[in-house]
């Protein structure tokens, strides 16, 4: 979890319900909104709010979706490997694309993927369109992506075993020390 206070956010409202429960007197409305908040540097966080009022309603699923935003992994403007991921019926899948691909998504997923800051990303939807189930979904998907150093760190051996000896040449050593990877140092000769 980050702290919503150090960020700069964005808020976009997806979708706002209204709904009916019936009573003696005949039918009381009530409404409940889904936001989305996120500062385009990879933080997101997702809400859920229900009101008397529209207002109300948007206020309090924005609050929501602030208590729990969390750093997405991007690389390059699109995501660093394909995930699928499901909620409830709903199915997403999410690729990455070439750069100036922009963003291949239905309402729901297009809404997510923006606010994260990834700006070439191809998706699908399977089973339920169920905005609320697709928007849960994609946020899983985000979750669980990982980048190079994670899986290094993880199966406790260096990028180089990882992606062979030619790595040295794709991962500067920049990255590497952002990553909190110890780089590896190339053997000049003294002149």
Same mark, same amino acid.
């Given at each position: 979890m980050v702290?919503s206070?150090?960020?700069?956010?964005?808020?976009?409202?997806?979708?706002i319900n209204r709904v009916?429960?019936?009573?003696?007197g005949?039918?009381? *409305?009530? *409404?409940?909104?889904?936001?989305?908040? &996120?500062?385009?540097?990879?933080h997101?966080?997702?809400?859920? &709010?229900?009101?008397?009022?529209v207002?109300?309603?948007?206020?309090?699923?924005?609050?929501?979706?602030k208590?729990v935003?969390?750093?997405?992994?991007?690389k390059?403007?699109?995501?660093?490997?394909?995930?699928?991921?499901?909620?409830?019926?709903?199915?997403v899948i999410?690729?990455?694309?070439?750069? &100036?691909?922009?963003? =291949?998504?239905?309402?729901?997923?297009?809404?997510?993927?923006?606010?994260?800051?990834?700006k070439?990303?191809?998706?699908?939807?399977?089973?339920?369109?169920?905005q609320?189930n697709?928007?849960?979904?994609?946020?899983?998907?985000l979750?669980?992506?990982r980048?190079?150093?994670d899986?290094a760190?993880q199966?406790?051996?260096?990028i180089e =075993?990882?992606?062979?000896?030619e790595? =040295?040449?794709k991962i500067?050593?920049?990255?590497? =020390?952002?990553?909190?990877?110890?780089?590896?140092e190339?053997?000049?000769?003294e002149?």
């Amino acid at each position: 979890m980050v702290n919503s206070q150090d960020l700069e956010l964005t808020e976009k409202v997806i979708k706002i319900n209204r709904v009916a429960k019936v009573v003696k007197g005949g039918r009381r *409305f009530s *409404f409940n909104a889904l936001s989305v908040v &996120g500062d385009s540097q990879g933080h997101i966080g997702i809400g859920f &709010g229900k009101a008397n009022e529209v207002p109300d309603a948007i206020r309090k699923s924005v609050e929501n979706a602030k208590k729990v935003i969390v750093k997405i992994e991007t690389k390059r403007n699109t995501i660093p490997h394909e995930i699928i991921s499901k909620y409830k019926t709903s199915t997403v899948i999410l690729r990455p694309a070439y750069p &100036g691909t922009g963003i =291949k998504a239905g309402d729901a997923v297009r809404s997510v993927v923006e606010i994260v800051g990834i700006k070439d990303i191809l998706t699908k939807v399977h089973g339920s369109r169920n905005q609320m189930n697709v928007v849960k979904a994609t946020f899983l998907g985000l979750l669980q992506l990982r980048n190079h150093f994670d899986v290094a760190k993880q199966r406790e051996i260096s990028i180089e =075993k990882l992606w062979g000896q030619e790595s =040295k040449d794709k991962i500067s050593n920049n990255e590497q =020390k952002e990553m909190g990877v110890n780089p590896v140092e190339e053997n000049h000769p003294e002149a």
